[in-house]
C-alpha cells in the first residue's frame, strides 16, 4: 500500500464553492498571486504569494502541523534566502506575511471558504539573463530575433527539467515565457499593436499535449510570434523530456 502524502498542492475550494475532498486532513500549498516586478539594479523578478493552510478537523493536530511548517521555513531559510532546485539552482528570497484577522478573513473568502489555519509567504526569485538578439549577425533582423527566441525559450525550457508535469509547472512555465516575449514586442521586436496580437504563449493538457504525453514526462509548449509584418505569424514549438 502506497503512503498517502501528507503534503500536497490543491485549492481548498471547488469551483462550485464546496469544500475540496482532496484537500482533507492535509497540508495544502496554493499559489495566491503570482506577478512580475524590479528589484534592485533593475533585474526583473518573478513574484509569488504562496498560502500554506492547514486544513484538519482537529484542532490540536492543526496547530502542531502549523508549528512544524513555520519551523521547516525557519530551517530552510534562516536569512530569507534558500537555494531553489533548478537547473541552475536560482535564489529565492522568501518573507513571511503577517496578516491581520480581518486581511486572513478576506483573503479565505476570496478563495471561496472559511479560514483555517494557515502561514502565507512571498518567494521572489530574479529571472535569469537572456541572450542578446545578435544570435545572427549576417541574418535579417526579424531572423535574429527568431534565434534568439529560440535560444532563450529553450533556456527557460532547461530550468524545469526537473519540475512535475503538472498544471502549477505549466503556468510558471508560461509566466517566464510570456515576460520575455513582452519584453520584445515592447521593444519593437515582435510586431502587433497591443501584446497579444504581437504573441501567444501555449502549453498544457489538450493545448500542447496528450494524457500520454504526460505518463511519458513529455513537456511541449507552442508560441505563435509575429515576426516580420502584423499578422505574419511564425509557428515555433519546444519539447523536453522531464527527469524523473
Known sequence: MCKEDLVILATLAEADGSLSVAAQNKVVLQLVNMRYGQEEGNDIALI?????????LEHSVSINHLTKVADYFRFISPQG?????????????????????AEWA??????????????????????????????????????????????????????????PNTYSTWLNMEYLVDIYLYGLWEAGDLKGETAADAYRVQIGLGKTMTAEDILNKTSRLALTVCLDEPNDFTQLTFSRQLAD
Do not use: M
Not at 509569488?48 to 484538519?56: C, G, Q, R
Open 48 to 56: 509569488a504569494k504562496l498560502l500554506v493552510t492547514i486544513n484538519f
Open 106 to 163: 478576506a483573503l479565505f473568502q476570496s478563495l471561496g471558504t472559511t479560514y483555517k489555519p494557515s502561514l502565507a509567504y512571498q518567494l521572489t526569485t530574479v529571472l535569469p539573463k537572456f541572450a542578446p538578439l545578435s544570435v545572427n549577425l549576417n541574418g535579417e533582423p526579424f531572423v535574429l530575433v527568431k534565434d534568439a527566441i529560440k535560444s532563450n525559450v529553450d533556456f527557460l525550457f532547461q530550468q524545469f527539467i526537473f519540475a
Open 81 to 101: 534566502n534558500i537555494k531553489y532546485l533548478t537547473a541552475d539552482s536560482a535564489e529565492v528570497k522568501i518573507v513571511n506575511l503577517a496578516k491581520t484577522q
